[in-house]
Structures are given as C-alpha cells and as structure tokens.
C-alpha cells in the first residue's frame, strides 16, 4: 500500500545548528502536505504545510521544501532550540480530501545536545 | 493552542472492564477523529464522524465503538478490554475544507 516515511527514527543536532528532518512519501495524487510536532505527553502540533503547487514555504524559524519530482519532503529549523525536542511526522492528503485522508509517517525524533 | 480536550490522561484498568475515552472540543468543529498510536509511533485511524449522527471506521480495524450525539463530544468505548488494546488514543478535530487537524493530548491506556 501506499504510505508516507521519514528516513531516520532519530536525529541528533548540537543547540544551535540547523536541524534537516527529511521524509518520503509514495503516494503521486497527494497535493497537500503538513509537518507536525509531537512533544512527550501531548498530541501532535500543527507546524506547517505546503500544497503540491509550491516547492518551498517558510515559518518561523521553520521551513518546508517539497520536491514532487523525487516525492520528497524536508522540514528544516534554524538555530535549534531545546524546546524544539520532540517527534516530527509528515502527513499527506489530498485538497479538499478532508483530514480523515491524511496518512501519517513513523516520525522522527530530534534530539538537541547541549 | 486547539481547544480539545481528553480525559482521562492515564488509565490503568483490568481484562474485560468496560470503558469510555472522553473527548470534547470547544471550537465547533464538525469533524472529530480518534487516533491509536503506539509510543513513537505513526498514528492510525480508527474512527471519525462528519457530524452530529455520523460515525464511520478508519483504516485500522478496532473493537472500539463511537457515539456523536452532541457536536462537541466523541467519546470512543471499549466493551471489554484487553492487553491488546493497551495504547494511546487521540481525539481531534479539523473544520470543513481544513486538511489539518488540531488534537487533544491523548489518553494513555494500559490494560492489564
């Protein structure tokens, strides 16, 4: 089946560097695309999210890259904070597909070394 | 900061105990959802409802069952637990025509 991963389970970064967090998604008719942030104890947090028809869009200190033609997404953070630790987890869907689309990847956790 | 709430935040019951997750959302969303979701792990659904009367199943095949009978209310019920069901379980909810979701902080249930 089709279905959305992130390459890495865990991902450790120094505080203050910048922080990649990649994910890879197999399903070609999904147009829409969200970054969510689960720290220990709470439920996902949205972040951001980019729709097929653009190839960057940024936050604060946040920013998502989407490459349609490797299906590929990235979430970087600038100048990682400790309260930047958490889970990250791509979602894919479908505009106007409404969130019971979304489909979920593993996640990937980041660590911030003092 | 979504305002959906869950209780309760931890549960520890025994096998074959009845239960209900509780979930409430102020916003006025008609769309609700219930996750499962191991620790670390992607989430699965496994109910949603579209509004008021309206329950379907998610992806992943539960024992559990859902009720909508108020729009700011989901609570999801096992019947009779097992250790298998032991897991964390999040509500959420989104608007009409939002792709995203906003969720609750979970309940962590544990059967033994």
């Known amino acids: 089946g089709e279905s959305v991963g992130l390459h890495l389970p865990t991902l450790s970064v120094q505080e203050g560097d910048n922080s990649i967090i990649n994910c890879a998604y197999s399903?070609?008719?999904?147009?829409?695309f969200i970054w969510y942030k689960q720290e220990s104890g709470k439920g996902p947090q949205f972040i951001i999210d980019?729709?097929?028809?653009?190839d960057k869009r940024q936050g604060q200190r946040v920013t998502v890259l989407l490459n349609k033609t490797v299906k590929h997404l990235s979430l970087q953070i600038a100048a990682t904070q400790p309260g930047d630790s958490a889970v990250y987890f791509c979602?894919?869907?479908?505009?106007?597909?409404?969130?019971?689309?979304?489909?979920f990847g593993k996640g990937t956790h980041l660590i911030i070394q003092p | 900061e979504a305002d959906i709430y869950q209780t309760p935040r931890y549960l520890v019951i025994g096998t074959g105990k009845k239960i209900t997750l509780e979930c409430s959302q102020t916003?006025?969303?008609?769309?609700m959802y219930w996750y499962q979701q191991d620790p670390g792990m992607e989430l699965h659904l496994i109910h949603y409802?579209?509004?008021?009367?309206?329950?379907e199943k998610g992806d992943l095949s539960s024992e559990s069952t859902v009720s909508r009978i108020r729009t700011e209310h989901f609570p999801l019920t096992l019947e009779s637990a097992r250790p298998s069901h032991t897991s964390q379980y999040l509500c959420?909810?989104?608007?009409?025509?939002?792709?995203?979701?906003?969720f609750g902080n979970g309940t962590r249930l544990t059967v033994t």
């Open positions: 959420a909810s989104s608007e009409y025509g939002q792709g995203h979701l906003h």
């Open positions: 399903n070609s008719a999904s147009d829409y």
């Open positions: 980019i729709r097929s028809n653009m």
């Open positions: 979602a894919e869907n479908m505009i106007g597909g409404g969130a019971d689309g979304l489909t």
């Open positions: 916003m006025g969303h008609d769309k």
């Open positions: 409802s579209y509004g008021v009367n309206s329950t």
